[in-house]
């Protein structure tokens, strides 16, 4: 396993919440900032949010004050809690080492988030 493995996806009502996982594998977890990445249909991976060796985060404009992210260097997971979801934020979901989302890092197969109309 060298890339994360991200779970948690679903179909979920307009308004409401999701909680994502992502469990990582590299023994130096605790030293990488991590990513939330997400694609939507028709459009490119963007970044959604990142949280850093220190716990400080960042969230992309479209998420902010709905999203957040968080993590677990013993587990060696990261969470992204999702609240008042929109139809806007139908995509598949990633997680990665880093901020980039155009890294050539391996990719894993992200979990869907579906937000009905």
């Known amino acids: 396993q060298v890339q994360p493995v991200e779970s948690g996806g679903g179909l979920v009502q307009p308004g409401g919440s999701l909680r994502l996982t992502c469990a990582a594998s590299r023994s130096s977890f605790s030293t990488y900032t991590m990513g939330w990445f997400r694609q939507a249909p028709g459009k490119q991976r963007e970044l959604v949010a990142y949280i850093n060796t220190y716990g400080n985060t960042y969230y992309a404009d479209s998420v902010k004050g709905r999203f957040t992210i968080s993590r677990d260097n013993a587990k060696k997971t990261v969470g992204l809690q999702m609240n008042s979801l929109n139809p806007e934020d139908t995509a598949i979901y990633y997680c990665?080492?880093?901020?980039?989302?155009?890294?050539?890092?391996?990719w894993g197969q992200g979990t869907q988030v579906t937000v009905s109309s």
């Open positions: 990665n080492y880093g901020t980039n989302p155009t890294t050539t890092q391996p």
